[in-house]
Structures are given as C-alpha cells and as structure tokens.
C-alpha cells in the first residue's frame, strides 16, 4: 500500500508531505501496546551538518496482535543466524580488509 500522508496546515511552515508505503494510523491511541516493540534508537545531526542540532532517531515496529509481533522477531532472530557477512567470515569464505577498502572482498 503507498500512501501520501501529511502533517501541519497549508500555508504553515511546518505543512510536509510524504510518500511512503503505509497504512497509516489516524492516531497512536489505536497501536496494541501488545504489538508494539522498540527496535533501536540512533543520533543523527539535522541536514547531515555536525554543526547543527542533534537529532533522535527511533526505530519500532507495530503490529496487530502480540503473536505476530512475536513471529515476527523469530523471523529477525532466524535472518540473523544466516546472515551472509557472518557466516562468510565464519567460515572463512572470504575476508575484508579496512586497508583496500570496507565493500572490497577478498575470496
């Protein structure tokens, strides 16, 4: 599902519209506490500018009912065990060395 959602009035400075694979809630009142769950937080400076304001970023999923929260953190915890760039090093498949270059593989 795509959607447009926007916030604000038009004519304010703060009036923004998005693009985005949605749906949305008209408000959070109706996300199930239960289905709710913080994946990870970050920092990030405004307009990508050390300069400017600090900025937090939150991460959350939501989801109808708790057992598909949690079917869908056994499937996070299941893509994680067989995740390529661990089981590559793991098994020694290949190597990356910082010198050449962080994207840069070596078989």
């Known amino acids: 599902v795509i959607t447009i959602w926007h916030t604000g009035e038009e004519g304010d400075k703060d009036h923004w519209w998005d693009l985005c694979g949605g749906p949305h809630l008209e408000n959070t009142g109706k996300i199930n506490p239960k289905g709710l769950a913080l994946e990870n937080v970050s920092g990030a400076y405004?307009?990508?500018?050390?300069?400017k304001q600090m900025l937090q970023r939150v991460y959350g999923t939501a989801w109808?009912?708790?057992q598909e929260l949690?079917?869908?953190?056994?499937?996070k915890q299941e893509a994680a065990k067989r995740d390529h760039?661990?089981?590559g090093k793991a098994l020694d498949l290949f190597?990356?060395?910082?010198?050449?270059?962080?994207?840069?593989v070596f078989w």
């Open 85 to 87: 760039r661990k089981l």
């Open 95 to 104: 190597s990356i060395q910082e010198g050449a270059g962080s994207g840069l």
């Open 46 to 51: 405004w307009r990508g500018d050390e300069n």
């Open 64 to 66: 109808e009912t708790s």
């Open 70 to 75: 949690q079917a869908y953190k056994k499937m």
